[in-house]
């Protein structure tokens, strides 16, 4: 039995969000993606900021994500955040570290990718530690058969009695997991409650809940927003207009949506004049408020410079994505005499689908003249229009 120490903090938390990890889109470490406008970060920061037992709360953060970790933390109030080391241990070990002064009796470390942690489950792991357990993990009873596999072949099976998942948050008294931490340096171990094991210290385990899985996959974001929708959040739609037009120089082609098309003549322009890409780019930038192309790529850059316009749709896909944006349809209209459009649009539609990654079923594109009137009529130049529907 171990008695409790003085001290005036009951409780703290310590978030563990320096991890590089599994990203989604290649951009954004997955602790800063939204869920349904939301970072997963923001969402535990929420439901444990608000807890009454909770006194403080540090997150511990990569160097490079400051930005990001000012955005996901906005109006909450904190301590300030402290960069982690290379592995996740180090990373907990100096936030432990930095509670030194403050000296909690317990403190709750927790993962910044399980965004659906709960009340009950923080009042159960402090039940269990005000109960003289210094080290409460919380888990869940495997159910499924498990296998030992090498190669896509299975080895053995494996007997699953007695198997629980491991959960977070995981509770502690201060001075006992602080000390396994500082005993256990330089072991990789995946949580703290190996630390504690492996010092000696007795793990006791509540029953966590389903909800409260860790998002590692795209797949668990959408298993995150079925959560959320079944729980009355629902996601709103929003519209985007992208309009462009370019005019013809002498040449010999003209390229539309990537695909480059013989012409006797071609676009004038700073980058590649794909008129109709751009179009699709302003679109989903206007759809999730991110302003337009000649924002992001000036065209008095001369980095953008006859540039492949793939790149500009590139970047508004993940500004699409990482406003948590799901891409519901785009619909593209070319605006010109000539050339004739038609024999192109399925290597069009496919070469979209392809840079934005999603499905060319959601991609539409159209052609249509001007009956010969005004500049497309006329045969200066080609317009587009692209409309989005992007779901925020
Ligand atoms: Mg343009």
């Known amino acids: 039995m171990i008695l409790k120490q003085k001290t005036s903090v009951d409780c703290v938390a310590l978030l563990v969000a320096a991890g590089r990890g599994n990203r989604f889109g290649g951009e954004t470490p997955k602790q800063y993606v939204k869920l349904m406008g939301v970072s997963l970060l923001r969402r535990c920061l929420k439901i444990i900021g608000i807890h009454p037992r909770i006194k403080h709360i540090r997150v511990v953060i990569h160097p490079d994500d400051m930005q990001l970790y000012k955005e996901a933390t906005k109006g909450i109030k ?27 009796q317990y403190v709750l470390i927790h993962d910044a990718v399980r965004p659906f942690i709960t009340h009950d489950i923080i009042d159960a792991v402090l039940a269990s530690l005000d109960d003289q357990h210094v080290a409460v993990i919380p888990g869940l009873i495997v159910s499924d058969s498990l296998k030992h596999v090498k190669k896509n072949k299975v080895i053995t099976s494996v007997d699953r009695a007695n198997l629980w998942q491991a959960q977070t948050p995981q509770g502690f008294n201060y001075k006992t997991i602080t000390d396994a931490h500082e005993s256990m ?22 029953k966590g809940a389903i909800e409260n899985f860790k998002v590692t996959t795209p797949q668990d974001l959408d298993r995150g927003e079925n959560f959320l929708n079944m729980n009355g959040e629902k996601k709103t739609m929003r519209v985007g207009l992208g309009i462009d037009v370019h005019g013809f120089k002498p040449g010999k082609s003209v390229t539309l949506c990537g695909i480059k098309i013989p012409f006797n003549k071609s676009l004038k322009g700073h980058s590649d004049a794909d008129v109709a890409m751009h179009a699709i780019t302003d679109a989903l930038l206007g759809a999730v408020g991110a302003g337009d192309i000649g924002l992001i790529f000036p065209p008095t850059d001369p980095k953008w410079k006859n540039c492949k316009s793939e790149i500009f749709l590139t970047r508004a896909g993940s500004e699409v994505k990482q406003r948590g944006g799901k891409i519901i349809n785009i619909d593209l209209t070319i605006i010109c005499e000539k050339p004739t459009i038609s024999t192109y649009r399925d290597q069009m539609q496919k070469n979209i689908a392809r840079i934005l990654n999603i499905n060319d079923k959601k991609i539409n594109i159209k052609a249509t003249t001007t009956e ?3 500049f497309t009529g006329r045969k200066e130049g080609i317009a587009a229009q692209a409309i989005t529907g992007v779901q925020i």
Do not use: C, H, W
Request: proline share 4%; charged share 25%.
């Open 78 to 104: 904190l301590l300030k955040p402290i960069f982690g080391g290379d592995q996740r241990q180090e990373s907990v070990y100096l936030g432990l570290k930095s509670y030194k002064e403050i000296n909690p």
């Open 185 to 206: 340096m330089g072991l990789a171990l995946t949580d703290d409650s190996a630390i504690a094991e492996k010092n000696g210290v007795s793990v006791e385990v509540i």
């Open 372 to 374: 010969q009137l005004g």
